[in-house]
């Protein structure tokens, strides 16, 4: 088995738009770096930044119900804690999420936006250290297999991109679902990294939306179970040990097998 890196991908605003990254660095039971720094509240949801607990993904502005965020792209500069978010290739907002004037700007920007979608004002939350906006509470770095997402291009019978799966790591030189039996194994890269395997991504409906043109055209997790008795697209893992990757790395299983 060779297991090669595609891609690496962060996601600063939990909803928006992915940003492609030639390195990461990540820490030992930490998080994918820059991944889910932000979430955009859609209406009071009793979100503690002093108390952090994990929210289920309707409190906040998603692609399950807010098909349209796919239209935005978005990058997020960290050296000035910016977002930026364009609209038809034309900047439409921007502000620095460190001061409560940025935060101001981006949610007038959403109430703009999605006038129709909001159960209240839209507010930006910051995840206080240690904490992130995923979608499951175990979920430090996700991976796809391509290989997968290409098999199940031919069972839907049309493209699928995998960025609709909203992944950290694209991986290659698997088979077809064989990172299924990676749960409870350990990935080890070059630098030193290790990444133990825990538990397969059920997938919803967010994952039924074009990434690029936010239309919703496609039925991921219904074609899933049809075909394969199952919701499951990816794996997520957990940082046993810190380093680096990049794009082009080799991952290998360790011979010895940890207890989850």
Not at 129 to 147: K, P
Request: charged share 25%.
């Amino acid at each position: 088995m060779s297991i090669r890196i595609a891609s690496l991908q962060r996601y600063p605003v939990k909803g928006l738009s992915p940003e492609t990254l030639d390195i990461a660095t990540l820490a030992k039971g930490g998080y994918f770096p820059g991944d889910r720094l932000f979430a955009v509240e859609n209406g009071p949801a009793g979100f503690d930044p002093g108390n952090p607990q994990h929210q289920p993904k309707i409190k906040f502005l998603m692609l399950m119900r807010n098909e349209s965020l796919a239209r935005l792209k978005t990058r997020y500069l960290d050296s000035i804690t910016t977002l930026f978010i364009e609209e038809g290739g034309r900047e439409v907002a921007r502000g620095d999420l460190s001061t409560p004037e940025g935060r101001l700007a981006i949610e007038a920007f959403f109430r703009r936006y999605l006038p129709k979608e909001l159960r209240g004002p839209p507010k930006v939350l910051t995840a206080p250290e240690g904490f992130r906006f995923t979608d499951s509470r175990r979920g430090y770095v996700s991976l796809i297999n391509l290989a997968s997402v290409r098999q199940l291009e031919a069972v839907v019978g049309s493209a699928v991109d995998p960025l609709r799966f909203r992944g950290n790591i694209h991986i290659d030189g698997l088979e077809p679902w064989a990172e299924f039996d990676l749960v409870g194994q350990v990935l080890t890269a070059p630098s030193g990294v290790r990444l133990k395997v825990t538990k397969r991504i059920e997938r919803c409906a967010a994952t039924n939306v074009d990434p690029l043109t936010g239309i919703r055209d496609l039925q991921i997790p219904k074609s899933l179970m049809q075909a394969y008795g199952h919701f499951d697209c990816g794996i997520y893992a957990e940082v046993v040990s810190g380093g680096s990757l990049a794009a082009g790395d080799a991952l290998e299983t360790e011979q010895a097998t940890l207890a989850l």
